[in-house]
């Protein structure tokens, strides 16, 4: 091989390499085009109830409003709320004990997890409206 057989072939190793490397800068440079708007908009809404009964539960909004929190008992051994059902008395409930169709699952500060086969729904304390003393034990 003369050394005019050596250049030409190095000229055309070095054109195929600029050229796949110009393919390659285009090819990863190049951005996705975006969705088109309306695409947001056929996605059809989730309603609540599907997405409680997704693993089990359901949701019974009307249960909770029968429920009426009226007091909170935590203590070092464990915890107890003081609530009615319906027209019911008031009554303690302690931690895992049954209130109406469900059981108490948690005690907070201020409010209660009730566990509704599965589905948990948080009962708030009414807020102290009367201006009598409220007591906190724990």
């Not at 059809?44 to 909170?72: C, H, Y």
């Not at 051994?77 to 609530?83: F, N, T, V």
């Not at 589905?119 to 009598?132: D, K, M, Q, R, V």
């Amino acid at each position: 091989m003369n050394t005019l057989q050596v250049r030409l072939l190095s000229l055309a190793v070095f054109a195929i390499f600029c050229a796949t490397l110009t393919y390659w800068i285009v090819t990863l440079g190049a951005r996705s085009p975006a969705p088109p708007p309306s695409a947001a908009a056929v996605a059809p809404s989730v309603s609540l109830d599907d997405a409680a009964t997704l693993f089990g539960g359901k949701l019974t909004p009307e249960v909770n409003r029968s429920i009426k929190l009226f007091g909170i008992l935590a203590l070092s051994e464990g915890a107890a709320a003081i609530l009615s059902v319906g027209d019911e008395p008031p009554r303690a409930v302690s931690l895992g004990g049954r209130v109406g169709s469900g059981k108490l699952a948690e005690v907070r500060a201020r409010s209660i997890i009730l566990d509704q086969n599965g589905a948990h729904s948080e009962i708030f304390l009414p807020a102290n409206t009367g201006g009598g003393p409220t007591i906190y034990v724990r």
